[in-house]
């Protein structure tokens, strides 16, 4: 009998083991389900555009701090985090979570897919993943044809600033996103790109990073021609063709000729479907003789329509 | 003082050694930077615009805080070790960099105009001055032990309450939160220049002038006692002392650490413990590191910039144990 008794432990171990071994995974992620997801929960704003353009807002039953509520809805808030608790997904009966691509979250991610909600993390930060998000967007809810067709024309437009733009003079750029400390768009961004294509020169090219802190008085030395500074968060600027604090500086070019520019961060700073409308507006920027004169809404967003129209 | 003459000779020497050392750091951080500048021609007093813009309105101000701020947290330094007679204080041990930091950050996540944070800085820090002076007192005695546990008890709770607002934060105050707690040298208008340089000369003047008194202090308590100093009276001025000097540098410029550990440290194992020379010398030698910190950390990575606090530790961390070294093994052979 006491042998017996000793072995009960060993023997309640080895059964808890071999159930846990025997754990299948929840039916939802074991491939095979056809049907596009009904219920999505976005924390990506560039995502949520995405499905605006394809039509597909309705699906959305929750969003992001960051995310603007499509027109009229009011939605649940999962917090400003790119991997949002599982309870509050579980809850809303989520079955897709569009989220950022970032390496800090994957271990939620992971505890997501377990439960049986589909993550999809894209590329919000370059040009070309933003143009890859889309498509797997539009793959993921079933309308990847209508997001091919968004891509081509996106790639239309920015490939007409760039053929207009290769004839100029190029005109030395800096792109500010952050003061005190000066924080610029370095090689490797979007608006790096942005800037090349639409006819500049990033003065910060050799920056260590994308988004890179930076020494004031080197980007002084470089003498940029246009200034574009969208390092005020807060919404009420000013915005607009002011010199604000670079004015301090009256030997710059940018300065001297007037080409500082304050735009609210929405304008340049988030890469999405809108980046043939932003290609055309760095363009405008830059080179207004050849673009035509900067908009009012190329510096701050209009003022959002009547309430009873939209999408 | 009665014995004069070999402390005069001492001083004399040293004080115009270090000075000279500050100033010969402060012209080359002047002339050296992100920027090439050609400076033959401003002999020539031909400098353009943004030459002598980068000069004067950016490196100048930076320079000239940099020097403030290391003598003041420097000779802060000095004053905190001698009244804890403990080898690890430094000027932030006593909790006022806490109510600093935390009134600085409250600040940022407030999202208050930038010119307002070094404000709630200073204010958080007189708050914390008060409760651990209020709490700290034992009997109507400034206890050290009390003081110590109750500055890294408040230090922990600002912590705390820091990383809670950094969790209700937006990603773009938490950049801010994260450089302004790493510590950043200033290119300090005309005001804040004149606060730090001025607060740092009266607290030098006044640390020198209880010089012989901190000498003593060395001995304990008791000891110093006995010798005629009052101890009570020379433990509360220094420590209010030293930390509104803390207080003024850590509103001005985050947490720079490293400075008043070791450049105090440094200057003991050259010069020895006599807190008449310590002083004035933390004083000009404090300014002279940090001068040299912020140059490396406004060029080491161009056009890229370090916060200088990475430069201090990486300077200061490595010297100090050497010297330590050399100093050990020299008293071994002994």
């Known amino acids: 009998m006491r042998v017996r008794a000793r072995l009960v432990p060993f023997v309640a171990l080895g059964l808890a083991a071999a159930s846990l071994a025997c754990t299948r995974p929840p039916e939802a992620t074991r491939g095979g389900a056809a049907a596009p997801p009904r219920r999505l929960a976005v924390m990506a704003p560039a995502a ?10 309705a699906r959305i039953v929750a969003i992001g701090d960051f995310v603007e509520p499509p027109a009229g809805r009011s939605l649940p808030r999962l917090g400003a985090y790119d991997a949002p608790s599982a309870e509050a997904l579980v809850a809303l009966r989520v079955e897709l979570l569009l989220t950022s691509a970032s390496a800090a979250g994957s271990a939620e991610r992971a505890a997501l897919e377990r439960l049986g909600i589909r993550v999809l993390a894209v590329d919000t930060a370059t040009f070309a993943g933003t143009l890859d998000a889309i498509v797997e967007i539009g793959r993921a809810v079933g309308r990847l044809d209508a997001a091919r067709e968004l891509v081509a024309s996106i790639e239309r437009r920015i490939e007409q600033v760039r053929a207009t733009a290769a004839a100029l003079a190029r005109r030395r750029v800096l792109v500010v996103v952050g003061r005190d400390p000066l924080f610029v768009a370095g090689p490797g961004s979007h608006l790096d790109e942005l800037v090349t294509l639409a006819g500049g020169t990033n003065v910060a090219a050799d920056a260590l990073a994308s988004y890179a802190m930076v020494s004031l008085e080197a980007m002084l030395e470089r003498r940029p021609e246009v200034i574009l500074d969208s390092a005020d968060n807060r919404a009420t600027g000013p915005f607009g063709a002011i010199l604000g604090e670079w004015g ?25 479907p809108r980046l043939g409308e932003m290609a055309e507006r760095m363009g405008r920027l830059l080179h207004p003789e050849a673009f035509g004169a900067p908009r009012a809404d190329d510096y701050a967003p209009a003022a959002p329509p009547a309430p009873g129209g939209g999408r | 003082m009665t014995s004069g003459s070999p402390l005069a000779r001492r001083l004399a020497l040293w004080i115009p050694a270090l000075a000279s050392v500050l100033l010969a750091t402060a012209l080359v951080a002047l002339a050296t930077g992100a920027a090439r500048l050609d400076l033959g021609s401003l002999l020539g007093g031909g400098l353009d615009a943004g030459a002598r813009a980068i000069l004067f309105d950016l490196r100048l101000p ?18 905190f070790q001698a009244i804890l007679r403990n080898p690890l204080a430094d000027p932030y041990v006593l909790g006022v960099a806490g109510g600093a930091s935390l009134g600085g950050v409250a600040a940022l996540v407030a999202g208050a105009p930038a010119v307002l944070v070094p404000l709630a800085a200073f204010a958080g820090a007189l708050a914390a001055l008060a409760a651990i002076e209020r709490l700290a007192a034992v009997g109507g005695r400034l206890s050290i032990y009390s003081l110590l546990l109750t500055g890294a008890i408040f230090n922990a709770f600002s912590g705390a309450l820091i990383y809670f607002l950094q969790s209700v934060a937006s990603r773009e105050q938490l950049q801010s939160i994260v450089f302004y707690l790493m510590g950043r040298v200033p290119a300090a208008r005309g005001t804040t220049l004149a606060l730090l340089g001025g607060s740092g000369l009266v607290v030098t003047l006044a640390y020198f ?52 550990l070791v450049v105090p440290h440094l200057l003991r194992l050259a010069l020895g413990p006599d807190h008449r020379i310590l002083v004035p010398t933390a004083f000009l030698g404090g300014g002279a590191f940090l001068v040299a910190a912020d140059l490396g950390a406004r060029t080491l990575v161009a056009p890229g910039e370090l916060p200088v606090g990475v430069v201090t530790a990486i300077l200061g961390g490595p010297f100090f144990l050497l010297l330590l070294r050399r100093k050990r093994g020299s008293e071994h052979d002994r």
Do not use: C
């Not at chain 1, 949520?48 to 807002?57: D, M, N, R």
């Not at chain 2, 433990?235 to 985050?254: E, I, N, Q």
């Open chain 1, 48 to 57: 949520a555009e995405t499905l605006a353009l394809l039509g597909e807002s």
């Open chain 1, 248 to 272: 301090r500086w009256p030997f710059l070019p940018a300065v001297a000729e007037h080409r500082v520019f304050h735009l609210e961060p929405s304008r340049l700073l988030i890469p999405g």
């Open chain 2, 62 to 79: 930076r320079v000239l805080a940099a020097a403030a701020l290391g003598g003041l947290l420097s000779v802060a330094g000095v004053g």
């Open chain 2, 209 to 260: 002038a209880s010089g012989r008194a901190f000498n003593a202090l060395s001995l304990g308590e008791e000891g110093a006692a006995q010798l005629g100093v009052d101890v009570e009276r020379l433990k509360r001025r220094t420590f209010l002392l030293g930390s509104l000097a803390t207080a003024l540098a850590v509103s001005a410029a985050g947490m720079i650490g490293f400075v008043g």
